[in-house]
């Protein structure tokens, strides 16, 4: 009796140790909704790809990160075609909202092997509660990308629609092609170089005061303007081409777009 006593404590004791795990990651799809929660650890990342629709992301108000994705369709919409995948590699997570069944995604992009011309009207709207201390890489095609009260490197992308991004700790990685671009850092580590861009839209970047780069700014239709003290070098067309030295130099840092301004603010 006594053997058989302790073996169900350690049965119970695994129980109550294999709970807490367990607890750290669902699940659930319901209809026309997803949903995700779970812990990530600092300095892992969480990302999110889209096709149609809108990413947002805002600031947790503890340590999990949780992911609410919601269906929007109208016409001659086939809703049941959208499906949501995630994906561990590690203490990193992926989520995606795949269109069709051959469809895929990873840290590096959305994957169709369609064209695009079925259209059944269907879009996601992802809504992200970030925590303190994980990156994050968000992405769409068609929608609106928006990240608010991060606190770790950002990349934000999509092809069609704004992105706006800030963090208190960057760097932020940003660019579309239909759309403007703004960006935000209260500070900024590493001494990689950043590309910021579009096609048709204006870029917008707050920098930290001690900014030390060398920057690249190029527009066809629009102004630059800067609150930092530029050091001019090479050819200068100071509306709309220029390259410059920010403080003393360092990690290079490229502005472009064709019809649109750009502008650099002085954080802080």
């Known amino acids: 009796m006594r053997t058989i006593s302790h073996g169900m404590l350690a049965l119970a004791a695994l129980v109550a140790l294999a709970a807490p795990a367990l607890a750290q990651n669902t699940q659930t799809q319901n209809g026309d909704t997803f949903d995700w929660s779970g812990t990530i650890p600092a300095g892992s990342w969480l990302t999110i790809r889209n096709l149609n629709g809108p990413v947002n992301v805002e600031a947790a108000s503890g340590d999990e990160a949780s992911v609410h994705a919601t269906k929007e369709y109208h016409g001659d919409a086939e ?53 303190k201390g994980v990156k994050m890489n968000a992405g769409t095609v068609n929608g609106d990308v928006s990240v608010s009260g991060a606190t770790a ?64 700014m190029q527009t066809v239709n629009g102004s630059l303007t800067s609150d930092f003290p530029l050091t001019l070098s090479g050819s200068i067309n100071p509306r709309h081409h220029l390259h410059a030295t920010i403080g003393s130099g360092g990690r290079h840092i490229e502005f472009h777009t064709v019809n649109g301004s750009i502008e650099l603010r002085k954080h802080g």
């Not at 989520?95 to 992009?109: E, H, K, V």
């Not at 629609?161 to 850092?185: C, H, L």
């Not at 209260?186 to 970047?205: C, M, Q």
């Open 79 to 131: 809703p049941q075609r959208v499906h949501f995948q995630v994906m561990k590699d590690g203490s990193n997570v992926t989520i995606c909202a795949l269109w069709n069944d051959d469809d895929s995604c990873d840290d590096s992009g959305y994957h169709s092997h369609h064209d695009g011309s079925r259209n059944d009207h269907v879009s996601v709207h992802f809504t992200v509660k970030l925590p």
């Open 153 to 216: 490197p950002v990349k934000a992308h999509t092809v069609n629609g704004t992105v706006e991004a800030s963090t208190a700790a960057g760097p932020v990685d940003a660019s579309t092609v239909n759309g403007d671009v703004s960006v935000r850092m209260d500070a900024l580590s590493g001494d990689g170089d950043l590309n910021y861009s579009t096609v048709n839209g204006s870029i917008t970047a707050e920098l930290p005061a001690g900014l030390n780069a060398d920057i690249d």
